[in-house]
């Protein structure tokens, strides 16, 4: 069992940066693949990145890629979203959620991960 809390959302300016942190209880944390997703008003909730469980292996939407990075903190169980070069498309309530332990497929896809955080709303204003 995992539990999840996000952080460090809020109000930036187009250009801006944010960094989003989420903190994961229990002892499987370092072998769950960990992805954030992310819900914009009146749309369906997308893929935003994944980390492996080991942190070998990242991906990313190409609607981010070169603009978010993802990482993780297998010692303090903490997954880590920075956002720079923020757009109003960006605005949206992030998510972060984790995997089964060692799981293997395709990390886009939201029914491979059995736990989600709450969210944390980033709005980047124009």
């Known amino acids: 069992q995992v539990q999840l809390v996000e952080s460090g959302g809020g109000l930036v300016q187009a250009g801006g940066s944010l960094r989003l942190s989420c903190a994961a209880s229990g002892r499987s944390f370092s072998t769950c693949v960990m992805g954030w997703f992310r819900q914009a008003p009146g749309k369906e909730r997308e893929f935003v990145a994944a980390?492996?469980?080991?942190?070998?292996?990242?991906y990313y939407s190409d609607s981010v890629k070169g603009r978010f990075t993802i990482s993780r903190d297998n010692a303090n169980n903490r997954v880590y979203l920075q956002m720079n070069s923020l757009k109003p498309e960006d605005t949206a309530v992030y998510s972060c959620?984790?995997?089964?332990?060692?799981?293997?497929?395709?990390?886009?896809?939201?029914?491979?991960?059995?736990?989600w955080g709450q969210g944390t709303q980033v709005t980047v204003s124009s």
């Open positions: 980390v492996s469980w080991s942190g070998g292996s990242i």
């Open positions: 959620a984790a995997s089964r332990p060692y799981f293997s497929g395709n990390y886009a896809i939201q029914h491979n991960y059995g736990f």
